[in-house]
């Protein structure tokens, strides 16, 4: 048998998942090289601090402070460091360089995918990134080549298991809001600083990379509208579980026609809630699940962890040892079409429905003002539960779908009205018609 | 801006999924256009009877009885014929020809799988099956390129809708098999002769392939064991569903290690107990699910409608889609790797839990006697349930986990015991340990 090529591999990057990837391409070299065709050769690890003590036994000859250098010896670079600079100038220069690229980062896909797409495509190189959306769940690829020849019509995440954490548990023990972020905080579901996740920051890039895909479409990062999980209270979550919902935070990514017939895709990050009855309902925990909605292959779900350290490295892998099998075969990558290029639609156009919590003063006749209120508004009421507690009466409304425009209308007149104390919230509703 | 290149495409076979592919190709041209980066032209469509009047509004022109000879125009063939012959020398020869080919054929592919990769990694070809298993539903290619870096335990899969409609109906309705055969007969369901599918056949060919791209290892249809689910009575059902289990008739590909530290591979189809908390056990109606536990990425689930005509036309087609883009930007195509060639398990020393009902004698010390048997055969009772009924007593036992063998011969015991009027019935438990 012939000597196996070498395909040598540079790491940018060895926390939680860049030491899982470097562990499992020295312990795996074997099965890695027989299914690649090559060996895969793990040339270093560049770290901002080549000395520091780490928690791994990955050989300490491996790291290094100088990516740039290290980038010039390399046929494939991981990029794992995350955040936008210096990994967008290190993996431009990879590309530039000719060397093939796998990275996990989601920021920067969100932010600057086009310019690395155009990149990659005019150098021949590839560029794999299955490892920045829902960890080690298969979405990307399946979105891109399995339907390919289908038309998505809507994608609805669950994307990320920090938030779907701590709404499960509001659901499920009913705890509050800030309890559970603390619990989950205490579980290590939740980092020290949770902001990216529980304001939706990180959903938010996620949808931006999913809608781009599902659509062939650039779609911006500051197109996705965003509203995370902090304002979202223990009663709303009871009110919606008495109608029959569960609240998750949802990427949602949508093709819109027009009333012209024009077509324009929404992504949107929100609480939405979910009829109990939707395969996302049952998502608990820390899972992450993508649900997608197309024309020929009807519903289809993916569903898996989140995206812990080893998991996270199974996509990474996957995407280095196909891609490498590639690499050894020749031929180019596939890049990304993102040629259908439709319009954003604006949230204020996007067709939902609502759920509104309102506190009702004892004003004889309220309810029929607010009804009426609702109607000048245009937005019919579906289901409406009226609970009494003392003298103040709450009402939980759900409608039918009216547009995101006419529900804040609707919201700035049902406030100033003598018939309501207050707008307790509201939520959005999704996967129902 | 130029012409676009052409990618010429035959079309063998023009049933529920031919004709929807067809039509797709002709009503997506300009979108598929755009995401392969060439015009994909339907040169003609191979059937047996030309002339034969169709419900479709597919040109008549294009439709020919000489398979052989538009094989040679086309760049691209998609053989949706089923069965082995003339698949299988039409793909030959397209493949020896210079086209790439689509299949969805499982037969073919449980069947002969192994040449016909081989052939198409010879001259360069790519061989595309995606549609072969579970539909609409991604599974191939994730489990040969999103996991290519993980090392995959075990996979269990719903992938026959019939059985899946027929044993939910018993679980949730209460229906006999044969009441429930009937309605899914009539509802579409199942076809006129349901042998294929009741008796496991079906699923059995997607076991084999899902095997053997799970474990890199050519898999033969004959080593995959199988049992349908005409010997499943509504008392099993129950049974199961009073033990918290749902009844799902389960392709099961498994990695196993032996004594001796070596690895192989087992693959079977047989109707299972899964625990109600299991992903799999909401797998309703005629929906597929295929659940995947890895090393790295730990459970993941693929879920979707089952093979319906439009449905297996979206894999289709995302196949032709993703391989004209390659074909067009050039490269072979990856091939399978095969490469692990695990050897086969056989059934019997396979490990599992099994529910086993048996109708008990009024012999004083009946019980102790069962209890002993199963000690004298190693296998340890995990549960049992016993119901009266007038002076005839019914014992329901869950095991622990045993071989198949053990089983066999604890079963034969029980059959000659005087304990035993008769041992009803015996299903297997996946999905716990």
Same mark, same amino acid.
């Given at each position: ?242 109608? /029959?919902?569960?609240?998750? $935070?949802?990427?949602?990514?949508? @093709? &819109?026609? #027009? ?5 324009? *895709?929404? %992504? ?121 507690? /003392?003298?103040?009466?709450? $009402?939980?409304?759900?409608?039918? @779908? &009216?547009? #995101? ?5 609707? *919201?700035? %007149? ?20």
């Amino acid at each position: 048998m012939n000597e196996p090529r070498i395909v040598r591999v540079a790491l940018l990057g060895a926390g939680s998942v860049g030491s899982q990837v470097a562990r499992l391409l020295l312990e795996q070299a074997d099965t890695f090289a027989q299914r690649a065709g090559a060996r895969l050769e793990l040339v270093g690890i560049a770290v901002r601090d080549p000395k520091r003590k780490r928690d791994t036994d990955l050989p300490a000859e491996l790291f290094t402070d100088d990516a740039e250098t290290l980038i010039l010896q390399a046929d494939f670079v991981i990029e794992l460091m995350g955040g936008i600079e210096p990994a967008r100038t290190l993996i431009t220069q990879a590309l530039e360089s000719g060397a093939d690229v796998v990275t996990a980062n989601k920021a920067l896909l969100a932010n600057h995918g086009p310019e690395l797409f155009a990149l990659a495509e005019r150098v021949g190189a590839q560029l794999h990134y299955e490892a920045a959306v829902a960890g080690a769940i298969p979405i990307l690829r399946p979105l891109r080549e399995n339907l390919a020849g289908d038309r998505i019509e809507r994608v609805l995440g669950i994307v990320n298991g920090t938030t779907n954490y701590i709404l499960d548990r509001m659901h499920t023990k009913g705890d509050s809001f800030e309890e559970s972020l603390r619990i989950a905080t205490e579980l290590g579901y939740a980092e020290a600083d949770p902001t990216a996740d529980i304001e939706g920051f990180d959903a938010q890039h996620k949808a931006a990379i999913l809608a781009s895909i599902a659509f062939h479409t650039n779609v911006k990062l500051e197109d996705v509208y965003c509203e995370g999980i902090t304002g979202v209270s223990i009663d709303q979550i009871n009110d919606a579980k008495r109608a /029959g919902f569960v609240v998750k $935070l949802l990427a949602i990514c949508e @093709r &819109a026609v #027009e009333a012209s017939g024009t077509e324009s *895709v929404s %992504a949107r990050v929100y609480p939405a809630l979910v009829p109990e009855s939707h395969p996302l309902a049952s998502v608990h925990g820390g899972n992450n699940a993508v649900f997608v909605e197309s024309a020929a292959a009807g519903s289809l779900m993916f569903y898996g962890a989140g995206a812990g350290g080893v998991e996270t490295a199974s996509a990474v892998l996957g995407d280095l040892v196909t891609a490498a099998r590639r690499h050894v075969l020749g031929g180019p990558g596939l890049g990304e079409s993102m040629d259908a290029n439709l319009p954003h639609r604006p949230i204020s156009e996007v067709d939902t429905r609502f759920q509104i919590a309102l506190a009702v003063t004892d004003e004889p006749g309220a309810l029929a003002k607010i009804a009426t209120t609702f109607a000048e508004h245009a937005v019919s009421i579906a289901t409406l539960e009226q609970t009494n507690d /003392g003298d103040r009466a709450s $009402l939980v409304i759900v409608t039918h @779908r &009216a547009t #995101e425009g006419a529900l804040q209308a609707l *919201v700035a %007149a049902l406030e100033s009205s003598s018939a309501i104390h207050e707008v307790q919230g509201v939520l959005r509703v999704e996967g129902s018609n």
